[in-house]
């Protein structure tokens, strides 16, 4: 049997598997490849399906904040409280409103990277399957014709999981979750960033150097000066006000009764 067939028709045959094999390499190899880009930009975080969440090396949980409809990726980000302060901040994000994280909702390839590198498996496998169709215009018989039909039908069902992504519908929209573009992003982190920012600055500083000393305000020398003052020991410009030096005094006097009084005008700043 062999020798009723032409051995280009077995060349043909063997050429489309080929070709069939390699695009099934190329594409085994690109996927290989954004897995592992997908894992390096997560920064080896994992991510939990139950609680579509993901968890961090110091375990604490990156939640959902939003869905870009142009990229079709979920944004996940976690709380700039307790980014901040973490110990390992710097090696994990420079940003000051929490580490964000990105995940496709589509399967692969969901990118437009992902699908150009499924565009050129699918192109060689294309290859392969046009070879042995081009083999059976060239005259053959019967029986050339039977193998190299069934050869062209075994590479096309071969080669039908490359071609999946084209006939698969996008992904539902998640509904709990707001649409924000890439640009809305961007802003929103801004504005958390900065919004931080004024809180470390204000209240945050208060946390980590304790309270803030009680300043008593002088009086600007573009403030009218008091007329009088009801107690003895006013003083003018910068100086305490004599209420203060008085009851300042009286503290005094109270820690130690065998003391001898203050003399009148007497002042904190003047015994300082």
């Known amino acids: 049997m062999m020798g009723a067939i032409d051995p ?3 060349f ?9 094999l ?3 390499v190329l594409d085994i190899l690109a996927r290989r490849t954004a897995t592992s880009t997908a894992n390096a930009r997560s920064g080896g975080f994992s991510y939990h399906e139950d609680h579509d969440a993901w968890k961090c090396s110091e375990d604490q949980w990156l939640w959902p904040i939003s869905f870009d409809p ?3 990726v979920t944004r996940y980000r976690a709380s700039p409280t307790v980014c901040n302060p973490c110990p390992v901040k710097h090696n994990c994000t420079t940003s000051h409103s929490g580490r964000e994280v990105v995940r496709n909702i589509d399967s692969w390839p969901s990118s437009e990277a992902e699908r150009f590198h499924r565009g050129i498996a699918c192109a060689v496998v294309v290859l392969g399957f046009v070879w042995p169709l081009a083999v059976m215009l060239q005259g053959r018989s019967a029986l050339e014709l039977a193998v ?15 071609w999946s992504h084209l006939r698969r519908a ?3 929209f998640p509904d ?4 924000e573009s890439l640009d809305e992003s961007v802003a929103a982190r801004a504005i958390t960033a900065a919004s931080e920012l004024a809180r470390q600055g204000g209240y945050g500083s208060v946390r980590k150097t304790g309270p803030r000393p009680v300043q008593i305000e002088p009086y600007a020398s573009s403030r009218p000066a008091p007329e009088a003052d009801s107690e003895p020991g006013t003083t003018k410009g910068n100086t305490v006000r004599a209420s203060f030096s008085a009851r300042w005094a009286e503290l005094e006097k109270e820690a ?10 007497w002042t904190r700043r003047a015994n300082s």
Do not use: C
């Open 22 to 24: 390699v695009a099934h």
């Open 256 to 265: 130690d009764p065998g003391g001898t009084s203050p003399a009148a005008g």
């Open 8 to 10: 280009e028709v077995w």
């Open 148 to 162: 190299l039909g069934g050869a062209s039908a075994a590479i096309a069902a071969g080669s039908w999981p490359l």
């Open 170 to 172: 996008p992904a539902r």
């Open 12 to 20: 043909a045959l063997a050429y489309g598997g080929f070709l069939l």
């Open 70 to 72: 142009d990229n079709r």
């Open 176 to 179: 709990q979750l707001k649409s």
